[in-house]
């Protein structure tokens, strides 16, 4: 079956980095998706990964790793606005989405 | 409109009444989800459509029915609502399957009661 795990919550610091994992088990792959959702509002786009590596968009990058089913979104120089919960998604084998619980991201001043 | 609009934005309705929240894009997008969104539990497909005139149960299908008569719109119904249907709905597009981005609406919170 499907399943994908991430961290229910998580705090860091403003301006500092935090690492956001997500683990997924699917019977094929077909890439992976990393979503924002600030409290209250809808799911917005972040990025989709299908080669393993590290893809870098500004001050966010998503990292894959097909072999070991793992994923992190990396978010450096955090702002108060990034406070937000992100989940983590894979396509299934019916091709339609499905969707880890989200992690909360909280940030200190 | 730009995008993708839900209506309405919340709604307080009486157990055993029925209830179609509405879902509208302008992008032309073949493919559209509804999805329910409960604390602690990821977003869970109710239903989708890969194109027009075309229909899909997704996890959650019971309770629920859809229809999609045109590319544009993608109402969602609740026949006899029930207590357990109380959380929030968002409705989204694609422009292809779900191997490309997804673009929601702002969400339906429906409480049932």
């Known amino acids: 079956g499907q399943n994908i795990d991430q961290p229910t919550e998580m705090t860091a610091t403003e301006g500092a980095i935090v690492q956001i994992n997500c683990t997924y088990q699917?019977?094929?792959?077909?890439?992976l998706f990393w979503y924002q959702q600030h409290a209250g509002e809808a799911p917005t786009f972040l990025s989709y990964?299908?080669l393993d590596g590290l893809e870098e968009k500004g001050r966010f990058s998503s990292f894959l790793s097909r072999s070991k089913g793992y994923s992190y979104l990396l978010l450096k120089e955090l702002q108060m606005k990034d406070s937000a919960s992100y989940l983590c998604?894979?396509?299934?084998?019916?091709?339609?989405?499905?969707w880890g619980a989200g992690t909360k991201l909280i940030i200190k001043p | 409109i730009a995008g993708i609009t839900q209506a309405p934005t919340s709604q307080i309705l009486a157990a055993g009444r029925r209830m179609t929240l509405r879902c509208t894009q302008d992008m032309r997008h073949n493919a559209m989800y509804w999805y329910r969104q409960d604390l602690g539990l990821g977003l869970r497909l109710i239903h989708y459509s890969n194109t027009a005139g075309t229909t899909g149960k997704g996890e959650v299908p019971d309770g629920y029915s859809v229809s999609r008569a045109n590319t544009d719109d993608f109402p969602l119904t609740l026949a006899s609502a029930v207590p357990s249907q109380t959380s929030v709905y968002f409705c989204a597009s694609s422009d292809g399957n779900a191997y490309t981005e997804a673009f929601f609406g702002q969400g339906t919170r429906l409480t049932v009661v």
């Open positions: 699917t019977s094929g792959f077909n890439g």
């Open positions: 990964n299908v």
């Open positions: 998604a894979v396509p299934d084998s019916n091709y339609q989405l499905i």
